[in-house]
Structure formats: structure tokens, C-alpha cells
């Protein structure tokens, strides 16, 4: 096993930070860290949340469908800077290595730090090299807990481990696209708003009024025209127009 198997390769993804969820307006610089992370501790985490609801006693629970959550990565990143002596770090990443306080502290800057412009912190891209996520993961900084484990002679961290979360941020257009959610084959929740009609709300959905009587029925209104904010709504799977 040579050196460069035992400390890991000096950089497996980027992190790239933005100011605006479309991902177009990079932070100052630099913008973007480079980092190594241990491929045995990667968690995915996949989840949708469900509303439960019984029609009487004697009924069993019904387990209805609220959302899809975000996806969440977690692992654990790697920064290093020990000296092997003639091959130390500064000889295998070069001059300009970063130490191991100022990778976590651009770290800190680029994920958790709140932006002036935008009074948030970054919206991240994780970019991968083996597309462990696929080429890029859109996300925000969830948590992060860092473990310094090794130090210099003068109290310097030689080692660290931040035990990252990130959690799925897409971009609204980005979102709308993935999630498909005008596909008339999908039942369709939505929260009434100040000023919302059904007509007009049948007519965002299944694209045509027509529907506004069969979807009245199905949440048991009285009166389709009296509808109240924050109000749950179910559009049933019903033909769009045109189709």
C-alpha cells in the first residue's frame, strides 16, 4: 500500500456555495472547498411523511400520503494536514494547502455562516467525482459536529472529522419538475389561500373548471363558491384537459 492509499486521495468532492436557490450567484471568494470524505460511514436517508386517520372504532387507520420529505446525506469529512516528513502534506497538495483550522473554518463560512446579501446561510452543490448522488447534490447544511483528534507541538489541529448533515434543497422550477406533480394519474393536495376559487383552483390542476363539482363532493362542500384559508383540499386523479 503506498502513502497516498494510506491518507486518501486529497480530494473526493466539491462543495460549492451559493446565494440564491437556483444555484447562479456563487459566494465570494473562494466559494468552493474541496474535501475528502470515509466512503464506510455515508447514511442516505429517504423518508415520506404520512397522515393517519380512522373512520370510526371499529375501523382500521387509513395511512394517507402528506409529502415527500427531502432526501439527507450524512458522512463524515476529512481534513488532514499530519507531517510524513520529506512527504508531507505541503509536498503531496502543494504550497498552498490549506491548514486543518482554515478548512474548517472555510467550512464554517461557506455552510453554516449567515450571508450578508442574502441574511441566510449558502445554498450548497456537492459535486462528486464517482457520482455517489449522481454528478450533483443540491442541499443545505443541516448539522455538522467536528472532532479534532490529533495536534501539533504548539496545540495546532493536525486532524479533524466533521460528521456532516446535509439535507436536499432543490430549486422550486427544479422541484416542480422532479416531483411531476400536474400528472392527472396523482391526487393533489392543496391549501387554500386568501382569494382562491375552485373553479380556479380545478383549472391549475386539471388545467380545464370542469371538475369543480366532482372534487366539491369529494371534500364534502357544502357551498363550492365558500372556500377558507388554510383549508386542505383533494384533487382526485381526474382527466386534464386535452386528455
Not at 165 to 180: G, V
Amino acid at each position: 500500500m503506498g502513502l497516498l492509499d494510506l491518507i486518501g486521495k486529497p480530494s473526493d468532492f466539491t462543495i460549492a456555495a451559493f446565494l440564491d436557490s437556483a444555484r447562479s450567484r456563487p459566494v465570494e471568494d473562494p466559494s468552493s472547498l474541496s474535501v475528502r470524505y470515509n466512503p464506510e460511514t455515508v447514511l442516505f436517508k429517504c423518508e415520506n411523511a404520512f397522515q393517519t386517520s380512522q373512520a370510526s372504532p371499529s375501523s382500521s387507520a387509513q395511512a394517507r400520503f402528506a409529502q415527500g420529505r427531502s432526501r439527507v446525506v450524512q458522512l463524515t469529512l476529512i481534513f488532514d494536514s499530519i507531517d510524513f516528513g520529506a512527504y508531507g502534506m505541503a509536498q503531496l497538495l502543494g504550497p498552498k494547502a490549506l491548514t486543518v483550522e482554515q478548512s474548517v473554518e472555510l467550512f464554517y463560512r461557506l455552510c453554516h455562516q449567515i450571508n450578508s446579501d442574502s441574511h441566510e446561510p449558502s445554498y450548497l452543490r456537492l459535486i462528486w467525482q464517482k457520482g455517489i448522488l449522481g454528478p450533483n447534490f443540491d442541499c443545505r447544511l443541516k448539522s455538522v459536529d467536528v472532532n479534532y483528534s490529533t495536534f501539533d507541538t504548539d496545540g495546532s489541529p493536525l486532524h479533524a472529522e466533521l460528521a456532516a448533515q446535509f439535507i436536499e434543497d432543490l430549486d422550486p422550477k427544479k422541484k416542480a419538475a422532479k416531483d411531476n406533480l400536474h400528472s392527472p394519474d396523482l391526487t393533489h393536495r392543496r391549501l387554500v389561500k386568501a382569494g382562491d376559487t375552485l373553479t380556479g383552483l380545478c383549472r391549475d390542476v386539471y388545467g380545464t373548471p370542469e371538475h369543480y363539482l366532482r372534487v366539491a363532493a369529494v371534500n364534502g362542500l357544502d357551498d363550492f363558491r365558500v372556500l377558507t384559508p388554510g383549508q386542505e383540499l383533494l384533487f382526485p386523479p381526474y382527466a386534464k384537459a386535452g386528455g
